[in-house]
């Protein structure tokens, strides 16, 4: 897992919650961009690895 993704992953899920809990849609927007971002670096990663004919797991 790319170190990138998680801390992105990891920024998204707090700026998400931190628009939840203060109902600020500016947070909730970018916490969202970064959740996405973080989910298309993880399946370009796993693209990736079924190109070269990688094993998940």
């Known amino acids: 897992m790319s170190r990138h993704m998680v801390v992105r ?3 998204g ?3 998400a919650a931190v628009g939840l ?3 600020n ?3 909730l927007l970018v916490g969202g ?3 996405y971002i ?3 670096l ?3 990663e796993q693209e990736d690895r079924d190109d070269k004919g ?3 797991g």
């Open 25 to 27: 849609p500016l947070f």
């Open 54 to 56: 990688e094993k998940r």
């Open 38 to 40: 973080a989910h298309d």
């Open 21 to 23: 809990i203060s109902l």
């Open 9 to 11: 992953a990891a920024l």
């Open 13 to 15: 899920v707090m700026l």
């Open 42 to 44: 993880w399946k370009k």
């Open 33 to 35: 961009i970064y959740l």
